[in-house]
């Protein structure tokens, strides 16, 4: 346990941001997995690409606050936009 006062404000912030950080986390996750899901049960190209904004802002986000790192962001959605052209 942290002994100083700086140290527990430190430790403070700490969870405070493994909460924010974890949310990020979470809905990158969610919109993913609800992208794989729609493509999973046929759903037309240009539904597809109409969800695409909305996957790239969550993952993004996420890049932005180091949740995942940038090209780990990149790689992620060039995998997802290249499965949108695969659909025919």
Known sequence: MAIKKSAKKAAKRA??????????????KKTIKSFLK???????KEELKSMLPSLYKAIDKAAKRWVIKKKNAA?????LSKKVLSVA
């Open 15 to 28: 969870l405070k941001n493994r909460e924010v950080n974890l949310n990020f986390k979470i809905t990158m």
């Open 75 to 79: 790689r992620k959605k060039s995998r």
């Open 38 to 44: 729609s493509l999973n049960n046929w759903a037309s």
